[in-house]
């Protein structure tokens, strides 16, 4: 009787352990899914520029590419990626760079003056003061780099560093 109920109890819960992984696993994987739909058009965002101006996605550029940067400053990945940027910018025509920092304005402006991509016409940085990038965004690594084609549909989304010969890497291949 008692080896009995020690079974039935060993049972129920492998039972109960197994039901609670799947449970996990099934809404879980749910959540990537739906997370991993709404990044396959630009989601609606609203940060500010470094003139603490309200900038959403009503102010990208139409018919073209947008390619969003999240970064840090001292990141050291990012900070290669921007000098890789910097010197190649003139082979990104029809390209707008959005790069979101969760740091003080005055650090995202030294760092856009730092690797020479202040005052550039396809070039905005922006501040998330309200730190919802990561989550509207799904950025779970610094840097984190998503790529829109011209009609905003996703074309690539890269978790760490990626430097100017990725990102054109995959613009030609959409092409």
Known sequence: MRKKTILFIVIVGVF???SYFIFNITTKTKEK??????????PEFEFLTLEQKPFTKA???PNTYSIFIYFNSECDFCQHE????????????NVQFIFVSTEPIETIQQFSEQYNLDNKQNITF??????TFSSQFNATSIPYV????????LIKKHKGQL????ILRALQEND
């Open 16 to 18: 109960g352990l197994l």
């Open 82 to 93: 921007a000098q890789s940027i910097s010197d190649n910018l003139d082979n990104f025509k």
């Open 163 to 166: 430097n100017a010969k990725g």
């Open 126 to 131: 922006l501040y998330d003061n309200l730190d």
């Open 33 to 42: 899914n739906a997370i991993a739909q709404k990044l396959e058009t630009i």
């Open 59 to 61: 102010n990208l550029k």
């Open 146 to 153: 998503l790529i829109y084609d011209q009609n905003k549909k």
